[in-house]
């Protein structure tokens, strides 16, 4: 079966600092992969996604980047945190475009 | 207009009870539609795929009204463990993205 991690589980940074969560998906090979924020009060926003290996859609652009530098492993980046990117981040996986999305446990940051 | 809405609720039901939410959203040319359950401070996790005919798993039934852009899940038998956050998500054109409602919170008492 398929399993999804994602570390830290919680962060607290000062703004300004710089940021790497990271996700790795076992059980599968190819997976879609998703990178979702969820603020506090809001919805969850799809941030980036990645068909493959160093392919990377953005669908909001924002202070963050994202990477892909193996089939199974997705990071997100940020060169200098601000406090509007406080939330739970959501990593997620599905096996083909349309299906259904997997989620990670999230990591919970906070920018202080 | 938001891509997809949902009461915000609280529901408030006795165990044993059956309880419904529902679910509009925008986009007429969506082709995919589900429904996932949020505890507290954890992640989403699928409840079910809604399917053009409706479907049933269990206690929970999804119907789908494309003319209506309307959404709806119904659960029978109230479990105290059903209490959580149930989120309408429908699929972006793009087949990546999910358009997440707010979530309509329900909690099922003794």
């Known amino acids: 079966s398929q399993t999804i991690h994602q570390w830290p589980a919680t962060l607290v940074q000062p703004v300004g600092s710089p940021l790497s969560l990271e996700c790795t998906v076992e059980g599968t090979s190819n997976p879609n992969l998703y990178w979702y924020r969820q603020a506090a009060g809001r919805g969850l926003q799809l941030l980036f996604y990645s068909v493959g290996i160093g392919q990377i859609s953005s669908e909001v652009p924002q202070n963050l980047s994202a990477s892909r530098p193996q089939d199974r492993q997705f990071i997100l980046s940020s060169k200098k945190l601000l406090l509007s990117d406080s939330g739970f981040y959501l990593c997620?996986?599905?096996?083909?475009?349309?299906?259904?999305?997997?989620f990670g446990p999230g990591t919970r940051l906070t920018v202080t | 207009r938001k891509e997809v809405e949902q009461d915000p609720g609280p529901f408030n039901v006795p165990e044993g009870a059956t309880v419904a939410f529902n679910c509009t959203y925008s986009n007429s040319a969506s082709q995919s539609f589900f429904w996932y359950r949020q505890d507290c401070r954890k992640e989403p996790k699928l409840l079910m795929s809604?399917?053009?005919s409706g479907n049933e798993d269990g206690r929970f039934t999804a119907q789908l009204n494309r003319a209506s852009q309307y959404i709806s899940l119904l659960i029978r038998d109230s479990k105290l463990s059903d209490s959580a956050t149930y989120l309408c998500v429908v699929l972006a054109n793009s087949g990546y993205a999910l358009n997440f409602g707010k979530g309509t919170s329900l909690l099922v008492t003794p």
């Open positions: 809604v399917y053009s």
């Open positions: 997620a996986w599905s096996k083909y475009r349309g299906y259904e999305q997997y």
